[in-house]
Protein backbone atom coordinates (compact mmCIF):
# COMPACT_ATOMS: atom_id res chain seq x y z
CA UNK A 1 0.00 0.00 0.00
CA UNK A 2 1.46 3.70 -0.79
CA UNK A 3 0.49 6.01 2.01
CA UNK A 4 -0.47 9.36 2.12
CA UNK A 5 -0.13 11.82 4.50
CA UNK A 6 -2.78 13.85 6.43
CA UNK A 7 -1.53 17.26 4.70
CA UNK A 8 -0.91 15.97 1.44
CA UNK A 9 -3.22 18.86 -1.02
CA UNK A 10 -4.29 15.94 -2.93
CA UNK A 11 -6.63 15.09 -0.31
CA UNK A 12 -9.52 17.61 0.22
CA UNK A 13 -11.40 18.82 3.59
CA UNK A 14 -14.95 19.18 2.64
CA UNK A 15 -17.60 20.42 4.40
CA UNK A 16 -14.41 21.66 7.20
CA UNK A 17 -14.31 25.62 7.79
CA UNK A 18 -10.71 25.12 8.78
CA UNK A 19 -8.09 22.19 9.08
CA UNK A 20 -5.95 21.98 11.67
CA UNK A 21 -2.59 20.32 10.39
CA UNK A 22 0.53 19.39 13.23
CA UNK A 23 3.03 16.94 12.80
CA UNK A 24 2.07 13.49 12.55
CA UNK A 25 -2.00 14.51 12.17
CA UNK A 26 -4.51 16.43 10.88
CA UNK A 27 -7.96 17.27 12.09
CA UNK A 28 -10.82 19.08 10.50
CA UNK A 29 -12.80 21.68 12.61
CA UNK A 30 -16.26 23.34 11.88
CA UNK A 31 -15.31 26.56 13.39
CA UNK A 32 -12.68 28.83 12.91
CA UNK A 33 -9.59 27.14 14.09
CA UNK A 34 -7.51 30.02 14.22
CA UNK A 35 -10.03 32.16 16.05
CA UNK A 36 -11.39 29.66 18.50
CA UNK A 37 -10.70 31.67 21.26
CA UNK A 38 -13.49 33.80 20.03
CA UNK A 39 -16.14 30.76 20.60
CA UNK A 40 -16.01 30.46 24.55
CA UNK A 41 -17.31 27.52 25.67
CA UNK A 42 -14.84 24.11 26.01
CA UNK A 43 -18.19 22.35 24.98
CA UNK A 44 -19.08 23.98 22.23
CA UNK A 45 -15.30 23.95 20.98
CA UNK A 46 -15.00 20.08 21.42
CA UNK A 47 -18.22 19.54 19.81
CA UNK A 48 -16.65 21.77 16.82
CA UNK A 49 -14.00 19.77 16.56
CA UNK A 50 -16.02 16.53 15.91
CA UNK A 51 -16.53 16.25 12.31
CA UNK A 52 -19.81 15.85 11.51
CA UNK A 53 -20.50 16.27 7.55
CA UNK A 54 -16.89 16.25 7.04
CA UNK A 55 -15.59 14.83 4.20
CA UNK A 56 -12.25 13.48 2.85
CA UNK A 57 -12.12 13.44 -0.97
CA UNK A 58 -9.93 12.29 -3.27
CA UNK A 59 -9.84 11.25 -7.06
CA UNK A 60 -8.43 7.63 -7.28
CA UNK A 61 -8.75 4.23 -8.70
CA UNK A 62 -7.66 2.32 -5.85
CA UNK A 63 -9.77 -0.53 -4.76
CA UNK A 64 -8.79 -0.83 -1.17
CA UNK A 65 -8.74 2.58 1.05
CA UNK A 66 -6.64 2.12 4.22
CA UNK A 67 -5.70 4.22 7.23
CA UNK A 68 -4.39 5.25 10.41
CA UNK A 69 -5.85 7.69 12.89
CA UNK A 70 -5.88 8.52 16.32
CA UNK A 71 -9.23 8.54 18.08
CA UNK A 72 -11.12 8.68 20.95
CA UNK A 73 -14.84 8.71 21.65
CA UNK A 74 -15.80 7.41 18.14
CA UNK A 75 -18.60 5.01 18.35
CA UNK A 76 -19.16 5.03 14.52
CA UNK A 77 -18.03 3.67 11.30
CA UNK A 78 -16.54 5.78 8.89
CA UNK A 79 -18.69 5.58 5.30
CA UNK A 80 -17.19 5.65 1.85
CA UNK A 81 -19.65 7.40 -1.02
CA UNK A 82 -19.53 7.02 -4.59
CA UNK A 83 -21.67 8.91 -7.21
CA UNK A 84 -23.61 9.72 -3.56
CA UNK A 85 -24.39 6.34 -2.38
CA UNK A 86 -22.64 4.53 0.42
CA UNK A 87 -20.39 2.27 -0.93
CA UNK A 88 -18.69 0.38 2.05
CA UNK A 89 -18.44 0.96 5.73
CA UNK A 90 -15.74 0.15 8.40
CA UNK A 91 -15.12 0.60 11.88
CA UNK A 92 -11.81 2.74 13.25
CA UNK A 93 -10.22 0.15 15.72
CA UNK A 94 -9.22 0.17 18.97
CA UNK A 95 -5.51 0.99 17.49
CA UNK A 96 -7.00 3.62 14.94
CA UNK A 97 -6.89 1.71 11.36
CA UNK A 98 -9.92 1.41 9.07
CA UNK A 99 -9.67 -0.52 5.89
CA UNK A 100 -12.59 -0.28 2.81
CA UNK A 101 -12.95 -2.10 0.18
CA UNK A 102 -14.50 -0.15 -2.57
CA UNK A 103 -15.75 -0.47 -6.28
CA UNK A 104 -13.36 -0.64 -9.34
CA UNK A 105 -12.40 1.97 -11.72
CA UNK A 106 -12.22 5.51 -11.41
CA UNK A 107 -13.85 7.38 -8.67
CA UNK A 108 -14.86 10.45 -7.12
CA UNK A 109 -14.22 9.14 -3.55
CA UNK A 110 -15.88 11.02 -0.40
CA UNK A 111 -14.72 9.00 3.05
CA UNK A 112 -17.59 10.97 5.47
CA UNK A 113 -15.68 11.46 9.07
CA UNK A 114 -17.21 10.02 12.47
CA UNK A 115 -20.30 12.77 13.80
CA UNK A 116 -19.20 12.09 16.91
CA UNK A 117 -15.95 11.78 18.82
CA UNK A 118 -12.55 12.87 18.50
CA UNK A 119 -10.84 11.96 15.15
CA UNK A 120 -7.42 13.39 13.67
CA UNK A 121 -6.05 11.61 10.77
CA UNK A 122 -2.20 10.61 10.69
CA UNK A 123 -2.64 9.55 6.62
CA UNK A 124 -4.54 7.02 4.33
CA UNK A 125 -3.15 4.15 2.43
CA UNK A 126 -4.21 3.42 -1.32
CA UNK A 127 -2.84 0.28 -3.59
CA UNK A 128 0.24 0.22 -4.94
CA UNK A 129 0.10 1.32 -8.30
CA UNK A 130 -3.38 2.87 -7.86
CA UNK A 131 -3.37 6.63 -9.00
CA UNK A 132 -4.82 9.78 -7.11
CA UNK A 133 -5.67 12.94 -8.28
CA UNK A 134 -7.42 15.84 -6.18
CA UNK A 135 -10.82 15.58 -6.98
CA UNK A 136 -13.29 18.64 -7.98
CA UNK A 137 -14.99 20.60 -5.17
CA UNK A 138 -17.88 19.74 -4.28
CA UNK A 139 -18.40 16.67 -6.63
CA UNK A 140 -18.68 19.10 -9.63
CA UNK A 141 -16.84 16.62 -11.77
CA UNK A 142 -19.22 14.28 -11.16
CA UNK A 143 -16.98 11.42 -10.80
CA UNK A 144 -15.62 10.93 -14.02
CA UNK A 145 -12.09 9.78 -13.10
CA UNK A 146 -8.68 11.42 -14.47
CA UNK A 147 -7.00 11.24 -17.47
CA UNK A 148 -3.58 9.84 -18.20
CA UNK A 149 -1.65 12.08 -16.37
CA UNK A 150 -3.66 11.78 -13.20
CA UNK A 151 -6.32 15.06 -13.58
CA UNK A 152 -9.52 14.96 -13.54
CA UNK A 153 -11.14 13.90 -16.71
CA UNK A 154 -13.98 16.07 -18.58
CA UNK A 155 -14.99 19.66 -18.30
CA UNK A 156 -16.69 20.50 -14.75
CA UNK A 157 -20.43 20.35 -14.70
CA UNK A 158 -22.00 22.66 -12.43
CA UNK A 159 -21.10 22.83 -8.56
CA UNK A 160 -23.40 21.29 -6.43
CA UNK A 161 -25.78 23.87 -4.45
CA UNK A 162 -24.50 24.62 -0.97
CA UNK A 163 -26.60 23.83 2.22
CA UNK A 164 -25.38 24.93 5.69
CA UNK A 165 -27.71 23.21 8.48
CA UNK A 166 -27.31 24.79 12.04
CA UNK A 167 -28.88 23.06 15.00
CA UNK A 168 -28.17 21.01 18.68
CA UNK A 169 -27.39 17.13 18.91
CA UNK A 170 -30.54 16.76 16.95
CA UNK A 171 -28.72 18.18 13.82
CA UNK A 172 -24.92 16.58 15.29
CA UNK A 173 -27.06 13.11 15.27
CA UNK A 174 -24.49 11.18 17.17
CA UNK A 175 -27.21 8.36 17.29
CA UNK A 176 -27.37 7.85 13.63
CA UNK A 177 -26.00 4.29 12.41
CA UNK A 178 -23.13 5.88 10.49
CA UNK A 179 -22.21 9.08 9.12
CA UNK A 180 -23.19 9.54 6.16
CA UNK A 181 -26.93 8.30 7.36
CA UNK A 182 -26.98 11.88 9.63
CA UNK A 183 -30.51 13.36 8.22
CA UNK A 184 -28.06 16.66 7.10
CA UNK A 185 -26.25 14.40 5.07
CA UNK A 186 -29.19 11.97 4.32
CA UNK A 187 -30.48 15.36 2.79
CA UNK A 188 -27.52 16.52 1.11
CA UNK A 189 -27.09 13.49 -0.78
CA UNK A 190 -30.34 12.76 -1.81
CA UNK A 191 -31.02 16.84 -2.88
CA UNK A 192 -27.65 16.98 -4.60
CA UNK A 193 -26.13 19.34 -1.86
CA UNK A 194 -22.70 20.21 -0.78
CA UNK A 195 -22.79 19.85 3.13
CA UNK A 196 -20.87 22.06 6.01
CA UNK A 197 -22.99 20.39 9.02
CA UNK A 198 -23.17 22.85 12.08
CA UNK A 199 -24.97 21.32 14.39
CA UNK A 200 -23.59 21.20 17.90
CA UNK A 201 -24.71 18.63 20.81
CA UNK A 202 -26.11 20.25 23.70
CA UNK A 203 -24.45 24.25 22.28
CA UNK A 204 -27.02 25.62 19.69
CA UNK A 205 -27.81 28.59 22.35
CA UNK A 206 -27.83 31.55 19.25
CA UNK A 207 -24.03 32.51 19.92
CA UNK A 208 -23.80 35.52 17.51
CA UNK A 209 -20.17 34.61 16.87
CA UNK A 210 -21.94 31.53 15.21
CA UNK A 211 -24.10 33.37 13.90
CA UNK A 212 -21.44 35.14 11.90
CA UNK A 213 -19.96 31.87 10.76
CA UNK A 214 -23.31 30.59 9.60
CA UNK A 215 -23.66 34.42 7.70
CA UNK A 216 -20.04 34.34 6.05
CA UNK A 217 -20.53 30.25 4.97
CA UNK A 218 -21.31 30.74 1.21
CA UNK A 219 -24.88 28.90 1.00
CA UNK A 220 -27.68 27.94 -1.90
CA UNK A 221 -30.17 27.11 1.72
CA UNK A 222 -29.82 27.20 5.53
CA UNK A 223 -31.85 25.17 7.41
CA UNK A 224 -31.69 26.09 11.76
CA UNK A 225 -33.04 23.90 14.22
CA UNK A 226 -33.55 26.37 17.02
CA UNK A 227 -35.01 26.04 20.71
CA UNK A 228 -34.15 22.77 22.39
CA UNK A 229 -31.06 23.89 24.04
CA UNK A 230 -32.42 27.15 25.06
CA UNK A 231 -35.10 24.91 26.58
CA UNK A 232 -32.91 22.82 28.18
CA UNK A 233 -30.54 25.16 29.49
CA UNK A 234 -32.34 27.87 30.01
CA UNK A 235 -30.49 29.84 28.02
CA UNK A 236 -32.80 32.91 27.23
CA UNK A 237 -35.75 33.71 29.64
CA UNK A 238 -39.20 34.83 28.08
CA UNK A 239 -38.18 38.29 28.07
CA UNK A 240 -34.85 37.34 25.73
CA UNK A 241 -35.48 34.95 23.79
CA UNK A 242 -37.55 36.62 21.43
CA UNK A 243 -35.15 39.62 20.92
CA UNK A 244 -31.88 36.57 20.41
CA UNK A 245 -34.09 35.08 17.72
CA UNK A 246 -34.36 37.59 15.57
CA UNK A 247 -31.16 38.66 16.01
CA UNK A 248 -29.75 35.38 15.10
CA UNK A 249 -31.74 35.21 12.72
CA UNK A 250 -30.93 39.03 10.81
CA UNK A 251 -27.18 37.90 11.02
CA UNK A 252 -27.63 35.01 8.95
CA UNK A 253 -29.83 37.39 6.48
CA UNK A 254 -26.94 39.68 6.40
CA UNK A 255 -25.24 37.23 4.60
CA UNK A 256 -27.77 35.74 2.37
CA UNK A 257 -29.59 37.78 0.62
CA UNK A 258 -32.41 36.30 -1.31
CA UNK A 259 -31.26 32.45 0.23
CA UNK A 260 -33.93 30.76 1.19
CA UNK A 261 -33.67 29.80 4.91
CA UNK A 262 -35.91 27.35 6.35
CA UNK A 263 -36.01 27.62 10.76
CA UNK A 264 -37.21 24.65 12.57
CA UNK A 265 -38.95 24.64 15.76
CA UNK A 266 -38.24 22.18 18.39
CA UNK A 267 -39.45 18.85 17.58
CA UNK A 268 -42.25 17.19 19.98
CA UNK A 269 -41.06 15.65 22.81
CA UNK A 270 -43.95 14.61 25.01
CA UNK A 271 -42.46 15.08 28.32
CA UNK A 272 -41.38 18.15 27.81
CA UNK A 273 -44.13 20.32 26.17
CA UNK A 274 -45.87 21.02 29.04
CA UNK A 275 -42.63 21.22 31.82
CA UNK A 276 -41.19 24.53 33.02
CA UNK A 277 -37.15 24.81 31.32
CA UNK A 278 -34.64 25.97 33.74
CA UNK A 279 -35.51 30.03 32.41
CA UNK A 280 -39.29 29.41 33.10
CA UNK A 281 -40.31 28.12 29.38
CA UNK A 282 -42.35 25.27 28.42
CA UNK A 283 -41.17 23.67 25.04
CA UNK A 284 -44.40 24.58 23.67
CA UNK A 285 -43.87 28.44 24.68
CA UNK A 286 -39.93 27.67 23.40
CA UNK A 287 -41.66 26.45 19.46
CA UNK A 288 -44.05 29.79 19.71
CA UNK A 289 -41.39 31.93 20.02
CA UNK A 290 -39.44 30.44 17.50
CA UNK A 291 -42.52 31.17 15.29
CA UNK A 292 -43.47 34.60 16.55
CA UNK A 293 -39.97 35.25 15.15
CA UNK A 294 -39.84 34.11 11.19
CA UNK A 295 -43.85 35.63 11.44
CA UNK A 296 -42.23 38.99 12.42
CA UNK A 297 -39.07 39.05 10.14
CA UNK A 298 -41.03 37.86 7.13
CA UNK A 299 -43.85 40.39 8.07
CA UNK A 300 -40.78 43.05 8.12
CA UNK A 301 -39.95 42.33 4.31
CA UNK A 302 -38.41 38.69 4.30
CA UNK A 303 -40.33 36.27 1.91
CA UNK A 304 -37.49 34.05 1.68
CA UNK A 305 -37.23 33.04 5.54
CA UNK A 306 -39.94 30.11 6.11
CA UNK A 307 -40.85 28.35 9.09
CA UNK A 308 -41.41 24.28 9.54
CA UNK A 309 -42.97 23.60 12.74
CA UNK A 310 -40.91 20.54 14.39
CA UNK A 311 -44.21 18.66 15.22
CA UNK A 312 -44.35 17.80 11.34
CA UNK A 313 -40.92 16.74 11.37
CA UNK A 314 -41.55 14.42 14.35
CA UNK A 315 -44.44 14.82 16.13
CA UNK A 316 -46.38 12.99 18.79
CA UNK A 317 -47.34 9.87 17.06
CA UNK A 318 -43.42 9.15 15.72
CA UNK A 319 -42.27 8.84 19.95
CA UNK A 320 -41.31 5.49 19.21
CA UNK A 321 -38.50 7.22 16.83
CA UNK A 322 -37.10 8.67 20.19
CA UNK A 323 -34.97 6.52 21.46
CA UNK A 324 -35.26 8.33 25.11
CA UNK A 325 -37.55 10.57 24.81
CA UNK A 326 -35.71 13.18 23.02
CA UNK A 327 -32.86 12.02 20.69
CA UNK A 328 -33.96 10.09 17.38
CA UNK A 329 -32.62 6.62 16.24
CA UNK A 330 -31.03 5.27 13.03
CA UNK A 331 -34.77 5.21 11.83
CA UNK A 332 -35.93 8.68 13.09
CA UNK A 333 -33.42 10.49 11.09
CA UNK A 334 -34.32 8.57 8.27
CA UNK A 335 -37.80 9.81 8.80
CA UNK A 336 -36.61 13.48 9.55
CA UNK A 337 -34.78 13.93 6.21
CA UNK A 338 -37.56 12.22 4.16
CA UNK A 339 -39.90 15.37 5.49
CA UNK A 340 -37.10 18.25 5.68
CA UNK A 341 -35.26 17.00 2.19
CA UNK A 342 -39.07 17.48 0.69
CA UNK A 343 -39.07 21.23 2.15
CA UNK A 344 -35.32 21.37 1.43
CA UNK A 345 -36.59 20.55 -2.59
CA UNK A 346 -39.59 23.26 -2.29
CA UNK A 347 -37.48 25.78 -1.77
CA UNK A 348 -34.45 25.20 -4.69
CA UNK A 349 -37.22 25.19 -7.36
CA UNK A 350 -37.14 22.92 -10.05
CA UNK A 351 -33.47 23.35 -10.97
CA UNK A 352 -32.14 22.76 -7.88
CA UNK A 353 -30.57 26.05 -7.42
CA UNK A 354 -27.70 24.51 -9.44
CA UNK A 355 -24.96 27.03 -9.63
CA UNK A 356 -22.49 27.26 -13.01
CA UNK A 357 -19.29 25.42 -12.58
CA UNK A 358 -16.17 27.05 -13.95
CA UNK A 359 -15.44 25.99 -17.42
Not at 8 to 14: G, M, N, R
Not at 137 to 155: E, I, K, L, V
Not at 277 to 287: E, I, K, M, P, Y
Request: glycine share 14%; proline share 8%; net charge negative.
Amino acid sequence: MREIQADDDVLAWEGALSVEHMPGWSRPWRLPHDRITLFPGGDLRGRAAMPAGVRLVLGTDTRVLAGQAAVQGVEVPLDAVVDDAIVASAPVGPDGRFVLDLPTGDKRLELWLPQFGTFRLVSVAVEDGARVWAASPGGSDGGRGSDGAGRPAGARGPARPRLVTYGSSLTQCRQAASPARTWPALVAREVGLDLTCLGFAGEAHLDPMVARVVRDRPADVVVACLGINVYGAGSFSERSLLPALLGFLSTVRDGHPGVPVLVISPLASPRREDRLGRAGLTLAQVREQVADAVALLAADGDPDLHLLDGRTVLGPEHAHLLGDGLHPGPDGYAHMASVIGQAVRELLGPDGGARPGPA
